[in-house]
Each structure stands twice: as structure tokens, then as C-alpha cells.
């Protein structure tokens, strides 16, 4: 399996803002849909965002609607997620991944051709 490596986590206050970055070493992560996921102390990996091959389609967890927004540069070989209006709900170790794909649309559940990452921590506390 291939990996992904996130980063851009940290500490900050509510209401602010943060950017992850995903990066590929190794392969083209333009062939792939991407998936943004993150793990809160004590319970299970949620879906957060995903984001199709060609960038054109986009998906978000209810929670995180109109405040995250995915993103890819296929040049780079890179996605990000731009995280504003954070709450300290928020706080998690994020992850990406490739995703499982249904036709042109990307589904929030991790495929098998990546493993999970170290992940990059979130904190949102005053």
C-alpha cells in the first residue's frame, strides 16, 4: 500500500482557521480521489471530505458543511483542507486517504490502495 503523508495541524483558539496539506511521495495522487478523515480521543475515524480525481467533485460531513473546504493541486501532488470557523469539537488527528469512488462520485470511506498516515493533530481550545 501506498501512503500519504498530512500535515499543517495545531493548536488553535476557536473560531480560527487552519490548512492541511496531504502529500503523495511516490505516485501520481492525481489518479486518485481523496479522502480527509479525522479520529477524536475515544471514538471511531469519521469521514470528513473527499474530493474526486479531477477535483470537479467535492463531498463534507454534515458537521463540517460550509466551514471546511477540500481542495487539490494536481501539480503539487497535494490536497488540502481549509478548515475556518474551527470549534473546539473539531479537535481530532486528521487523515487522508484515497478513496472508494462510485462512478464520478467519491464516497468518505477509505479504498485500499493507501494506508493510513501518522495523521496531524487538531487542537481547538481558548
Known amino acids: 500500500q501506498l501512503r500519504l503523508v498530512e500535515s499543517g495541524g495545531g493548536l488553535v483558539q476557536p473560531g480560527g482557521s487552519l490548512r492541511l496539506s496531504c502529500a503523495a511521495s511516490g505516485f501520481t495522487l492525481g489518479y486518485h480521489a481523496i479522502g480527509w478523515f479525522r479520529q477524536a480521543p475515544g471514538k471511531e475515524r469519521e469521514g470528513v471530505s473527499c474530493?474526486?480525481?479531477?477535483?470537479?467533485?467535492?463531498k463534507y460531513a454534515d458537521s463540517v458543511k460550509g466551514r471546511f473546504t477540500i481542495s487539490r493541486d494536481n501539480a503539487k501532488n497535494t490536497v488540502y483542507l481549509q478548515m475556518d470557523s474551527l470549534k473546539p469539537e473539531d479537535t481530532a488527528v486528521y487523515y487522508c486517504?484515497?478513496?472508494?469512488?462510485?462512478?464520478?462520485?467519491?464516497?468518505?470511506?477509505?479504498?485500499?490502495?493507501?494506508?493510513w498516515g501518522q495523521g496531524t493533530q487538531v487542537t481547538v481550545s481558548a
Open positions: 474530493i474526486s480525481s479531477s477535483g470537479g467533485i467535492t
Open positions: 486517504a484515497a478513496v472508494i469512488t462510485v462512478g464520478p462520485m467519491c464516497l468518505m470511506r477509505q479504498g485500499s490502495i493507501t494506508s
